[in-house]
C-alpha cells in the first residue's frame, strides 16, 4: 500500500468538511498551502483533495485560476431543491421492498445532517442505486445551504419529525405532501438563505 494513501485520504475528508459546513463563502479562493499549514500537511494530498473535490463539484477550479469555491445564485439554489424533491419523488412513485431501517435521527442539533440521513434512507427504498447515489451526492451539494437554513427557517426539527414519523411506517402517501411543503418552504426561501450563506465566516486556522 502506498503510504501516502491514508494522509490523503485524511486531507481529503478535512477538506471536505471544511466545504461541507459552509466554512467557506461561495467564490472563495481555496490556496493549497493555506489548507496546508492549517491541517498539518505537504500541500501535495491538499491538490490531491480539492482536485477530487472538483470531480463532486463542490470545488471548481480553472487554467490558471486556482481553487474556489462555486458560486451559486438564487435560481441555482432553487434548481437544486426543486431536483432533491424530484428524485425523491421517483422513489416514491414506485418504492421497492429493499429493506431498510428506520430513518436515524441523526446528530443531535445538527439539522443538516439529519436532513442527509432521513433522505438518503428513503432514497435506498428505490430498487433502482442511483437514486440513493444522486441523493447522496445532492446532500453534499446543499449541505452547506442546510447549515445556513437553520437560521433562516423556523420549526426545522418538527418538520424533520414528522418526515421522520413517516418514513418510519414506509407512509409514502404521508410523505408526499411532507416533502412537497418542506422543498416548497425552501424554494421560497432561497434568497434569504443564499444572503446568510454569502456571510459564513471563514474558520480560523488551527
Do not use: C
Not at 95 to 119: H, I, K, W
Not at 187 to 206: K, N
Request: net charge positive; no cysteine.
Amino acid at each position: 500500500m502506498n503510504a501516502a494513501g491514508p494522509t490523503a485520504e485524511r486531507i481529503y475528508e478535512a477538506v471536505k468538511a471544511y466545504v461541507l459546513r459552509g466554512a467557506f463563502r461561495p467564490g472563495a479562493r481555496l490556496d493549497p498551502a493555506v489548507l496546508a499549514d492549517r491541517l498539518g500537511s505537504s500541500v501535495t494530498p491538499v491538490r490531491a483533495g480539492l482536485n477530487m473535490l472538483v470531480g463532486e463539484d463542490l470545488v471548481e477550479t480553472g487554467t490558471g485560476e486556482g481553487f474556489h469555491m462555486p458560486l451559486i445564485d438564487e435560481p441555482a439554489l432553487k434548481d437544486r431543491y426543486a431536483w432533491n424533491a424530484e428524485i425523491l419523488g421517483v422513489v416514491l412513485r414506485k418504492p421497492g421492498t429493499r429493506a431498510t431501517g428506520m430513518p436515524l435521527v441523526g446528530e443531535s442539533g445538527n439539522q443538516a445532517v439529519r436532513t442527509a440521513t432521513l433522505f438518503t434512507d428513503i432514497a435506498r427504498w428505490s430498487p433502482n442505486v442511483e437514486h440513493a447515489r444522486a441523493i447522496a451526492r445532492m446532500n453534499d451539494r446543499l449541505h452547506a445551504a442546510r447549515v445556513a437554513e437553520s437560521t433562516v427557517l423556523g420549526e426545522i426539527d418538527t418538520e424533520l419529525d414528522e418526515i421522520a414519523g413517516a418514513a418510519g411506517r414506509r407512509d409514502s402517501a404521508r410523505l408526499r405532501p411532507l416533502l412537497a411543503r418542506y422543498h416548497r418552504r425552501r424554494i421560497r426561501s432561497a434568497a434569504a438563505i443564499l444572503r446568510r450563506l454569502y456571510r459564513m465566516e471563514d474558520p480560523p486556522a488551527e
